[in-house]
């Protein structure tokens, strides 16, 4: 796609991105009217746009934008909505039966059809194209074909003759609008998945060169992309031709990446930036941006929790002991660190799944989340201490270090060992390391709902191959009660899963930190600004201001 007239000069000064005029007023459409667009804070993707490939926040805010799915979430409530899918239907909830609706087409204008879904879903699916969201689509019959007969080594390409085929037995298409899907066994929670973009329709197009296509997505969704400058910007346009029941009300979206979140902040009281979904702990201090902003703030509960992930033994075996992730996590004042640091935007975190979500309970963790420096001195001695210093690494291009720092000094004093923060430069390259195996020493995570669901924080997270498994966790217990949770509903359901949550502290592959409370800032330029329960900005609610 070719360039677009720029609404604001950008330099790059320090690695920030600065705009030196506001944005929107002067750049004029087809029709010579002034072009509708707003600037949102962004960070630089992790990988080529591509649903399958798309499993990190800096590009999820983008692919998001560009693919519509078959269903979609309320921005309120979270609540899953037919948007391609007229229907959605089963009687043993084991075969579905997708029926979608008539007219949607990608932003070139080929109509989508079933067969856009079954030829994503397969290809996503077939391990020799390595794509990071395999793993969701392990429900339906015949995955297991797709995926390596044999075990391989982490660093070991998966290649074609590895596999048995590069089709699902259970996708089936009826016709043009219909297709069925057969799972391996019932699960009542299958729909719910179904609005992450790891299931969204690709056009036959991508087929031919998957690495042009994600440089030059072509959607369905509300925005189109018109160019993407690395580490500058990334542009999308609204597409006319967008077939959901709320349009965009701005033509023109400007997602601003910055290296420095103190650029980012200036530039929004300056009005030269028009969403900050987070804003820097500095802002929170004393609730500073309430003086800055005024009302223009949004102040929400996500569905989310902040970890810090230990490695794979595979990778860092110095940091396997469960009794020294115990120690380690009893070393943490988690509480003296979100008053001090947070400004009081977090609660301390006692399990892996946030409040908000159905089947949250607090104190799965136990005692291990509890701060406690001198039984977790007793426990790191007896997990026969640590040789060298203790590493937590971080994107230095969020607002990470000073959380990371305080974390490191409650460990020092408590354990009396050297504990230092180890920043990346940049959350592509932090990203990049963690999913190549190169990351040693632990790491920050924080992980978002992708679907409404108590299993989104277990399954894609802790289960074996699992899309973010970041800490190679293994239990052949948990898999299976987190199996066995998808094929039950209600109660039934939320029982195995809360079982499954407590077996994590048996080994405790991630320590729990604190649960966050978004808080989000805007210019006088916009209104009407939405922050979803998955701490994405809702781009088909704002608008500019009137006045």
């Known amino acids: 796609m070719g360039s677009s007239a720029r609404c604001a000069v950008m330099v790059l000064v320090a690695g920030a991105v600065f705009a030196l005029s506001a944005c929107g007023v002067d750049d004029e459409g087809e029709s010579g009217q002034a072009r ?11 990988n080529p746009l591509i649903p399958g490939m798309t499993m990190e926040s800096c590009g999820g805010q983008i692919v998001n934008q560009l693919f519509s799915m078959l269903i979609r979430y309320e921005p309120d409530t979270g609540e899953p909505v037919n948007e391609i899918a007229e229907s959605i239907e089963s009687d043993d909830n084991r075969t579905w039966t997708i029926t979608l609706e008539d007219g949607w087409t990608f932003h070139n204008g080929e109509p989508i059809t079933a067969h856009n879904f079954v030829n994503a879903w397969n290809w996503n699916a077939y391990a020799p194209n390595g794509t990071l969201n395999s793993y969701y689509f392990r429900a339906i019959e015949g995955y297991a074909d797709l995926q390596p007969s044999d075990e391989v080594d982490s660093d070991e390409e998966i290649t074609p003759d590895m596999v048995e085929s590069d089709e699902m037995s259970g996708l089936q298409i009826i016709d043009d609008m219909t297709f069925k899907v057969t799972l391996s066994r019932p699960e009542s929670s299958f729909p719910l998945r179904l609005g992450y973009v790891a299931f969204a329709p690709l056009p036959e197009h991508f087929f031919d ?5 994600g440089e030059n997505p072509v959607g369905s969704g509300p925005f ?3 160019d993407w400058n690395r580490n500058v910007d ?5 597409f006319p031709g967008y077939r959901g029941e709320v349009q965009p009300q701005v033509d023109e979206v400007n997602f601003r990446i910055y290296r420095d979140d103190t650029a980012a902040y200036n530039d929004l009281q300056a009005d030269n930036l028009d969403i900050m979904p987070y804003l820097p702990s500095a802002a929170l201090a004393d609730s500073t941006y309430k003086g800055d902003l005024g009302d223009r703030y949004v102040r929400e509960e996500a569905l989310a929790v902040s970890t810090i992930m230990f490695p794979p033994e595979s990778v860092d075996p110095s940091l396997s002991d469960p009794r020294l992730r115990r120690a380690i996590s009893m ?10 640091i947070f400004h009081g935007s977090r609660d301390p975190a006692t399990g892996w799944v946030p409040p908000g979500v159905e089947g949250y309970r607090p104190d799965v963790c136990g005692e291990y989340c509890e701060y406690d420096p001198d039984a977790a001195r007793d426990l790191f001695d007896e997990a026969g ?8 690494s971080y994107n230095a291009d969020g607002d990470n270090r000073a959380w990371v720092e305080a974390t490191c000094h409650s460990i020092s004093d408590a354990l009396d060992v050297e504990c230092v923060g180890k920043p990346v430069p940049d959350f592509k390259t932090f990203r990049s390391q963690i999913n190549a195996d190169e990351m040693t020493g632990m790491f920050r995570n924080s992980w978002n709902a992708d679907y409404p669901s108590i299993e989104s924080f277990l399954a894609p997270v802790y289960a074996t191959d699992a899309a973010g498994n970041d800490a190679g966790h293994h239990n052949p217990e948990f898999d299976e009660l987190v199996a066995e949770a998808a094929t039950l509903s209600g109660e039934d359901a939320l029982e195995k899963y809360k079982a499954a949550e407590e077996l994590l502290v048996e080994k405790m592959p991630s320590i729990p930190l604190w649960y966050s409370t978004i808080v989000a800032g805007y210019s006088t330029r916009v209104e009407n600004v939405k922050i979803t329960p998955f701490q994405t900005v809702d781009l088909l609610s704002v608008r500019l201001d009137d006045d």
Do not use: K, M, W
């Open 234 to 238: 990334i542009r999308l346009r609204a």
């Open 331 to 340: 070393a943490i004042d988690r509480e003296s660190i979100i008053d001090a």
């Open 36 to 46: 509708q667009e707003i600037a949102v804070r962004g960070c630089s993707p992790e």
């Open 224 to 226: 189109q992309l018109v």
């Open 385 to 392: 201490g640590y040789d060298g210093a203790l590493t937590i």
């Open 209 to 213: 060169n998957p690495e042009e296509f």
